[in-house]
């Protein structure tokens, strides 16, 4: 297995494509604030000037508020939180829900989410038509067995409207210590109904495999954690040892992960080609071709492969389903995907502080922007809510149908 850094030699950050998590050039500010010329309109610390591309842009409003705080506020003053808030006012500017700037517990927090360790109701959520949306409720979680479903809509959370709640807010507010509630505001078609739910830790084992009837595969991806990989490839080596070559590789729900974990699951079933392609629209010149690892262990043309996918399949899940799809790998069953096609890296700052910044955009080997399209199924099928609550399962079993 190539080290997670040799898939991109030019970048050494991690990069995530998922559901759901900055300028630190404000701290360098604000240190060197009391030998600044703060009083000449249009002031613009040196170092930075020509890093600038809008002329207009006047730091003397920030440094006079500022002052204005420092010298006149009644109150005791959190120094350190007003950089943060200063921060995050400037992410939150930019109107990307997925580009944000995380205190050091919030980071923290997002350490945990992709260790699969969390303490809130288990449900994956992301910002779909300018409204938070569930991308899916997690099996064996109190946001499962309460009755949420991927695609309900989320209105308010402890009766606080969520209109232009950034995601990590949202997620801040429903997670929560162990055995306390939540309650959520909850749209569904037309109908609006409370959920409280009780919060419990919440684990979250990214792979589940099993041989079903006629020999036939069954591999269920949850999420891209960092060990992704090591544990789908336990589960084929299983597979290859029954002689298994039917997959049904279950996407659904899937919010996404770590890029490498889904360029390196690709892989497994691709012999070579483009699994996906970083494309950077401000700089319509940068772009960085992925591409298969040459090493997978399902990649033979006696192996078929159905994959299930749904709306709540985002980004890194995309990006695998696109390249089997495209490379006329699998054919894809289920619905359309939710269509999270950005790019997020993490830089780490001072104190444990975290920028996660969008730096670009996914596109398929076929040249389609996830992002504005999401992945089509290749054989549309709907699960509907009379489905789910008679445990019915028309997805799966259409997949079992074109494997017999």
């Known amino acids: 297995m190539k080290d997670k850094k040799d898939l991109k030699p030019d970048k050494r950050k991690k990069i995530l494509v998922g559901a759901i998590i900055i300028l630190s050039f404000v701290i360098g500010f604000i240190m060197g604030h009391q030998d600044a010329l703060l009083s000449r309109i249009g002031y613009t610390p040196e170092v930075y000037r020509e890093r600038l591309s809008n002329s207009d842009a006047d730091f003397s409003i920030f440094w006079r508020a500022w002052d204005l705080i420092v010298e006149n506020y009644d109150g005791e003053v959190d120094y350190q939180a007003m950089i943060y808030g200063a921060i995050k006012g400037m992410t939150e500017s930019l109107g990307d829900p997925y580009t944000a700037f995380l205190t050091p517990e919030e980071a923290k927090q997002l350490e945990d989410d992709l260790s699969g360790v969390f303490y809130?109701?288990?449900?994956?959520?992301?910002?779909?038509?300018?409204?938070?949306?569930?991308?899916?409720p997690l099996n064996g979680t109190p946001a499962k067995e309460a009755g949420l479903m991927a695609g309900d809509v989320i209105l308010?959370?402890?009766?606080?409207?969520?209109?232009?709640?950034?995601?990590?807010?949202?997620?801040?507010?429903?997670?929560?210590?162990?055995?306390?509630?939540?309650?959520?505001?909850?749209?569904?078609?037309e109908e609006v109904k409370d959920y409280k739910i009780k919060r419990a830790k919440i684990?979250?084992?990214?792979?589940?495999?099993?041989?079903?009837?006629?020999?036939?595969?069954?591999?269920?991806?949850?999420?891209?954690?960092?060990?992704?990989?090591?544990?789908?490839?336990?589960?084929?080596?299983?597979?290859?040892?029954?002689?298994?070559?039917?997959?049904?590789?279950?996407?659904?729900?899937?919010?996404?992960?770590?890029?490498?974990?889904?360029?390196?699951?690709?892989?497994?079933?691709?012999?070579?080609?483009?699994?996906?392609?970083?494309?950077?629209?401000?700089?319509?010149?940068?772009?960085?071709?992925?591409?298969?690892?040459?090493?997978?262990?399902?990649?033979g043309d006696d192996i078929k492969i159905i994959v299930l996918i749904n709306e709540g399949s985002a980004s890194a899940s995309e990006i695998v389903a696109g390249a089997l799809k495209d490379q006329d790998r699998a054919t894809l069953v289920g619905?359309?995907?939710?269509?999270?096609?950005?790019?997020?890296?993490?830089?780490?700052?001072?104190?444990?502080?975290?920028?996660?910044?969008?730096?670009?955009?996914?596109?398929?080997p076929s040249g389609m922007n996830i992002a504005e399209e999401g992945i089509e199924p290749d054989v549309r099928v709907e699960l509907t809510e009379d489905d789910y609550n008679a445990d019915r399962d028309p997805q799966l079993a259409k997949a079992f149908e074109l494997l017999k």
């Open 203 to 299: 684990t979250v084992k990214s792979v589940d495999y099993e041989i079903r009837d006629g020999n036939i595969g069954y591999i269920e991806i949850s999420r891209f954690d960092e060990n992704t990989t090591d544990l789908l490839r336990k589960g084929l080596d299983e597979l290859n040892s029954k002689e298994v070559k039917k997959i049904v590789l279950d996407l659904r729900g899937n919010p996404g992960g770590y890029l490498d974990e889904s360029i390196t699951v690709a892989s497994e079933f691709l012999k070579e080609g483009v699994i996906v392609t970083e494309k950077n629209d401000k700089n319509g010149d940068k772009e960085y071709e992925y591409k298969a690892t040459g090493n997978g262990k399902m990649t």
């Open 120 to 136: 809130g109701i288990g449900a994956e959520i992301g910002i779909k038509n300018d409204e938070l949306t569930v991308i899916t």
């Open 335 to 364: 619905e359309t995907t939710f269509g999270k096609g950005s790019v997020q890296e993490i830089e780490n700052l001072a104190r444990g502080s975290v920028m996660r910044l969008t730096i670009a955009h996914w596109y398929t």
């Open 156 to 189: 308010a959370i402890d009766g606080e409207s969520t209109l232009g709640m950034n995601i990590d807010i949202a997620v801040a507010k429903i997670r929560g210590d162990e055995g306390t509630e939540v309650t959520l505001s909850i749209r569904r078609d």
